[in-house]
């Protein structure tokens, strides 16, 4: 063992203290974090003390005792400070134990206008600090939910022998044609070079030619699928869409699973488990932070989220839910009829009125829905899927893709597509096709549905929205 | 427990025929896969199957008693097939079982053109077929191993209790001037409108701004470290960089981790124990493979990673390191002397001619360093750190960061750095500063460093270089 001078070795993680407290108790030992708050008399004074490795902060009693008593008052709110001292069991207070301190240093100290006093601040304000706001119970609470559901998929997927897949972000393709782009270049915009008919001349571009940030990794991980069965995504994607609501964001992260030899119901299936495994994950390993959201966020969230971990998923075919939603289109704004898309108006319907739970809704008319899902043998349909989650709506869309050159290339002319761009994924069909099956769940809309947030702007460390690409 | 009616529910992966083998000898399964081979004569056949679950292949013998035997002679290399039939086991063949196939149905068939008929195909030809390498030895033996070291990557940094942040792709700021960017922008590049005074006029465009591909997360990823203590990144990051080298990718995937109250010891202790734990698990988790590219990539390979893995890293300082380098530099194409930058002609050396490990060099001249690092007490040197692996060169960079507001502020001065640009990054030096650290690992060179393979574009599933974006 070699003799470290490193600076981490003195130091306990507040996570110890509160998970191996026996052990801890009664020693001196040395605590580093940032002041949450910081009341005192003359005799006395407590900082309350949080070193982002757990949600329940310690508590650090300062004395006439404690060096430098009389310049610890004066700690701003915001301040990083070491303290040493014995760790003490406190069995008549709020919390289990607190730290005598023999001595506080301050790392660095903050301002008397640090702008996360100890007082509620609005959604709107903490937005406008994003670099600052997960100092705060809230996002402390939502940064780790979501650290920890990025994990829990991670974990899901590889315990399974799923591939993980780093698709493309640039990308010379439109994909599906999904939705708006963003173009990516190093052409000067000031001067762009123009061919002699006068177009853009994407010869001088980095890549020779036009080229976009990605919409959906799908069909590249389509061709991964066809080698290793089970493979998942998990990246950035971009819609350019000029979209100001509640749940849109110019750059989200999917995750994009792809299975071969395989078909709905098995996608049906894995997705069912997934989504289950996340939440029983996340409500384990956050236990503090559920209880948070649950008593300041989304009250019944907990409850809801073990209904859902706990029972079947519902299953309905789109020709069925349209039958089902047709009897209430007084209540909606949109009205419902077989051939129309649905709208979250009717997907929390279906989820939240009717099966009050999540459900499946399968079978949508191909006119609706992309090119490359697989064509029912009614010929008016596709084996495509939608889950919808209460509170929600539509959390993953999936479906059976068409395994079948011929059919594929019909659908493709049909919708007048232009093939050429597509013959890698035509070869998928020429060399070897499967029945294959595969969905993309939006990973920003996860983080809201297991923590009862409203905005999509609240769950995304740095977002990007239209007018907005802050730090 | 209800009723599937899913495809999958009969299928047994190759992967459990070689991990249950007793379970499954003797007993009728089914299991589908692409066929690699087909060699057959008169009264018997062999088809070499892959699922993609299990690098080694499962052997399907059909013989006179296997429904349409007559038909099964012509399954083209690159089909999908699903053969039932007994798993038996051969102690006296090559492989330890076989499935004697009472069906063989298929489910895709290719085409005599298949282009990955058995035998050794060029990388240069590979890369053409990004979509159908996969399913050669080579690339799923590549692709298996980056999968499994990014998933060592996040277990490392969940199993300390880091918190994954998704930094933001698109960024408003040049981040640290570290390399070219890709513009990002819904522009009208035929039609881009402009300003009065002839300049684009960005307040057209989606951001209102200005904005670019980023080239790194570890501004954005220090806002989270004085929240949580300990972060990381994992995500894709960009370079416009006009080099079509073996080692540079446009787009690539980097983890940076970063760590709050810490200096650069703790960060190369990190940095140390992460390689460590990425190289064991690659090793534990995917030994056929390993084998694979020690045999036929890289011979040696195998004992340079135990080696790596079983012994502390070497470190010396960068002044130290110079010393050492001048007495050889009848040997470089670039001279070194004290302030020049290291080149991998000089990182190489010091990494496999004199310590023949790892090393760890430190504490560089601060101004070929970036100017966010922290300044020696000698006023003329930084904290940072390179770890240079043998074979490779730098693989990780890193520093101990300026957390001194004032001293930071001089540096940007003196750079001449819009500072408008860095409030936030000021902010963390204002409210509650602490001593931090952290360093950035490219994943590409790690997947390369593990698997030996020779060129950036052969770790990639869909490579992106200069003039270079397909599928």
Same mark, same amino acid.
């Given at each position: 063992?070699?003799?470290?001078?490193?600076?981490?070795?003195?130091?306990?993680?507040?996570?110890?203290?509160?998970?191996? @407290?026996?052990?801890?108790?009664?020693?001196?030992?040395?605590?580093?974090?940032?002041?949450?708050?910081?009341?005192?008399?003359?005799?006395?004074?407590?900082? /309350?003390?949080?070193?982002?490795?757990?949600? @329940?902060?310690?508590?650090?009693?300062?004395?006439?005792?404690?060096?430098?008593?009389?310049?610890?008052?004066?700690?701003? /709110? &915001?301040?990083?400070?070491?303290?040493? &001292?014995?760790?003490?069991?406190?069995?008549?207070?709020?919390?289990?134990?607190?730290?005598?301190? @023999?001595?506080?240093?301050?790392?660095?100290?903050?301002?008397?206008?640090?702008?996360?006093?100890?007082?509620?601040?609005?959604?709107?304000?903490?937005?406008?600090?994003?670099?600052?706001?997960?100092?705060?119970?809230?996002?402390?609470?939502? #940064?780790?939910?979501?650290?920890?559901?990025?994990?829990?998929?991670?974990?899901?997927?590889?315990?399974?022998?799923?591939?993980?897949?780093?698709?493309?972000?640039?990308?010379?393709?439109?994909?599906?044609?999904?939705?708006?782009?963003?173009?990516?270049?190093?052409?000067?915009?000031?001067?762009?070079?123009?061919?002699?008919?006068?177009?853009?001349?994407?010869?001088?571009? #980095?890549?020779?030619?036009?080229?976009?940030?990605?919409?959906?990794?799908?069909?590249?991980?389509?061709? #991964?699928?066809?080698?290793?069965?089970?493979?998942?995504?998990?990246?950035?994607?971009?819609?350019?869409?000029?979209?100001?609501?509640?749940?849109?964001?110019?750059?989200?992260?999917?995750?994009?699973?792809?299975?071969?030899?395989?078909?709905?119901?098995?996608?049906?299936?894995?997705?069912?488990?997934?989504?289950?495994?996340?939440?029983?994950?996340?409500?384990?390993?956050?236990?503090?932070?559920?209880?948070?959201?649950?008593?300041?966020?989304?009250?019944?969230?907990?409850?809801?989220?073990?209904?859902?971990?706990?029972?079947?998923?519902?299953?309905?075919?789109?020709?069925?839910?349209?039958?089902?939603?047709?009897?209430?289109?007084?209540?909606?704004?949109?009205?419902?009829?077989?051939?129309?898309?649905?709208?979250?108006?009717?997907?929390?319907?279906?989820?939240?009125?009717?099966?009050?739970?999540?459900?499946?809704?399968?079978?949508?008319?191909?006119?609706?829905?992309?090119?490359?899902?697989?064509?029912?043998?009614?010929?008016?349909?596709?084996?495509?899927?939608? *889950?919808?989650?209460?509170?929600?709506?539509?959390?993953?869309?999936?479906?059976?893709?068409?395994?079948?050159?011929?059919?594929?290339?019909?659908?493709?002319?049909?919708?007048?597509?232009?093939?050429?761009?597509?013959?890698?994924?035509?070869?998928?069909?020429?060399? &070897?096709?499967?029945?294959?099956?595969?969905?993309?769940?939006?990973?920003?809309? *996860?983080?809201?549905?297991?923590? &009862?947030?409203?905005?999509?702007?609240? /769950?995304?460390? #740095?977002?990007?929205? /239209?007018?907005? *690409?802050?730090?």
């Amino acid at each position: 063992m070699k003799e470290s001078k490193a600076m981490r070795q003195d130091l306990v993680d507040v996570k110890e203290l509160f998970k191996n @407290t026996d052990q801890y108790t009664g020693r001196t030992i040395k605590v580093a974090g940032w002041v949450r708050s910081n009341r005192n008399s003359k005799n006395v004074g407590f900082l /309350v003390v949080n070193d982002g490795t757990y949600f @329940t902060p310690l508590q650090v009693v300062y004395s006439a005792d404690t060096k430098d008593f009389d310049k610890l008052g004066s700690i701003n /709110v &915001g301040a990083a400070v070491i303290a040493e &001292g014995k760790l003490v069991a406190t069995p008549d207070a709020k919390q289990p134990f607190e730290l005598q301190a @023999t001595s506080v240093d301050i790392e660095g100290d903050s301002t008397p206008d640090y702008p996360l006093q100890k007082k509620r601040h609005s959604m709107e304000f903490l937005r406008t600090i994003p670099h600052l706001r997960a100092r705060t119970n809230t996002f402390e609470a939502v #940064f780790k939910v979501r650290s920890l559901a990025a994990y829990a998929i991670h974990k899901f997927f590889q315990e399974r022998n799923f591939v993980y897949v780093h698709t493309p972000l640039i990308t010379g393709s439109d994909a599906e044609g999904a939705g708006e782009m963003f173009e990516v270049t190093t052409l000067d915009l000031n001067d762009v070079p123009k061919t002699e008919d006068g177009k853009v001349d994407y010869s001088k571009d #980095f890549f020779g030619k036009e080229t976009n940030l990605t919409v959906s990794g799908q069909l590249n991980g389509e061709t #991964f699928a066809q080698a290793f069965k089970n493979i998942y995504t998990f990246g950035p994607t971009f819609r350019a869409e000029d979209s100001n609501t509640t749940r849109h964001a110019a750059e989200f992260w999917m995750i994009e699973p792809e299975i071969a030899f395989a078909d709905l119901e098995d996608d049906m299936e894995l997705a069912e488990s997934m989504l289950k495994y996340i939440i029983n994950y996340v409500l384990e390993n956050a236990p503090a932070e559920m209880e948070f959201f649950n008593k300041f966020v989304d009250k019944g969230l907990i409850e809801r989220l073990h209904n859902v971990a706990d029972n079947d998923f519902a299953r309905v075919t789109y020709t069925d839910a349209v039958d089902i939603l047709m009897k209430h289109n007084d209540k909606f704004d949109y009205k419902v009829s077989w051939g129309t898309d649905l709208q979250t108006e009717h997907e929390r319907f279906l989820t939240e009125q009717v099966y009050k739970r999540p459900v499946f809704v399968t079978d949508y008319p191909k006119e609706i829905k992309a090119f490359y899902m697989k064509l029912n043998p009614d010929g008016k349909t596709v084996a495509a899927v939608d *889950c919808l989650v209460p509170g929600i709506g539509e959390i993953i869309g999936g479906s059976q893709r068409e395994d079948n050159y011929d059919l594929l290339k019909k659908r493709m002319d049909e919708l007048g597509m232009d093939e050429s761009q597509y013959d890698f994924y035509m070869d998928l069909r020429k060399y &070897g096709s499967t029945r294959h099956a595969g969905f993309g769940l939006g990973f920003e809309r *996860c983080v809201m549905y297991l923590t &009862g947030m409203g905005n999509i702007r609240d /769950v995304i460390p #740095f977002p990007r929205t /239209v007018g907005n *690409c802050e730090i």
